[in-house]
């Protein structure tokens, strides 16, 4: 299976914000952001956002004059399982306040061997997740987080797929034809979130982006019910606006 080359946005903020972590690790005592943006050769704008998105997650800390230096979770990370068991937490937190505030249940997948796989949930009483009535392994061409994660293979993990899980249509709005599906596909630009609207299930629509955290093929979903249908562009476009702390869990 061959990854396409396009990175996504938030992928490409994930890359710059490692590069600015290991910039400002180098400097024990703090550094400033003029000399994180000579060392890293961002943009100062560019990393201005950066800087105070990594703020808010903790993984820096503004100290004496300004400087920037190691925030407490980047430290209380540590090693091995302790590592491990720091990245779920937070990385459960990100996605219980993306649940929160988007007003949606969120979820995280993953295409491994070949099949899709549902990582993580995060739903609650007014955010109920999607009744996975048809698997969801052989719904990758009518469902938000199946597309996404297709639009990451190349031509041929696509055929692979497909030839193993046939395109059965599960409403009237199921895309069947595997030349339409693959046509769509390629038109989705990377940086789009990409849609279901009641192509999986009656009653539910859905939004996925790619999450792109090293050689993985990810995605950070949603789901709202019909009646919530007219909040799924917005709530669509925070989803991708605020993925880039969940691909950084992930990248740690």
């Avoid at 779920?88 to 295409?111: E, F, M, N, P």
């Avoid at 997740?129 to 719904?139: L, P, T, Y």
């Amino acid at each position: 299976m061959a990854l396409k080359p396009e990175p996504t946005a938030p992928f490409h903020s994930v890359q710059y914000a490692l590069r600015v972590l290991e910039t400002i690790s180098r400097h024990g005592s703090g550094v400033t952001d003029v000399q994180i943006a000579r060392e890293t050769g961002l943009p100062t704008a560019h990393l201005a956002s950066l800087l105070l998105m990594l703020r808010r997650e903790g993984y820096v800390e503004q100290v004496a004059d300004g400087a920037y230096a190691v925030g407490d979770s980047l430290v209380l990370l540590g090693s091995g399982s302790t590592r491990r068991e720091a990245l779920q937490t937070k990385l459960r937190h990100h996605l219980d306040q993306l649940r929160d505030s988007v007003g949606a249940a969120i979820y995280i997948s993953r295409y491994i061997d070949g099949e899709i796989k549902i990582m993580q949930v995060a739903e609650g009483p007014r955010t109920p997740k999607v009744n996975e009535w048809f698997d969801f392994r052989s719904a990758a061409h009518a469902s938000a987080i199946g597309k996404c994660l297709l639009t990451q293979l190349d031509q041929n993990g696509r055929r692979d797929h497909v030839s193993r899980h046939k395109t059965a249509r599960l409403t009237s709005r199921t895309i069947t034809s595997e030349r339409v599906l693959f046509s769509q596909l390629d038109s989705q630009p990377p940086t789009v979130p990409v849609l279901d609207l009641q192509e999986y299930a009656v009653g539910t629509v859905c939004a996925a982006v790619p999450l792109t955290a090293g050689s993985s093929v990810g995605c950070l979903a949603l789901s709202l019910p019909l009646e919530h249908a007219h909040r799924l562009r917005s709530a669509a476009d925070t989803l991708n606006r605020r993925a880039a702390p969940v691909v950084l869990s992930l990248a740690l």
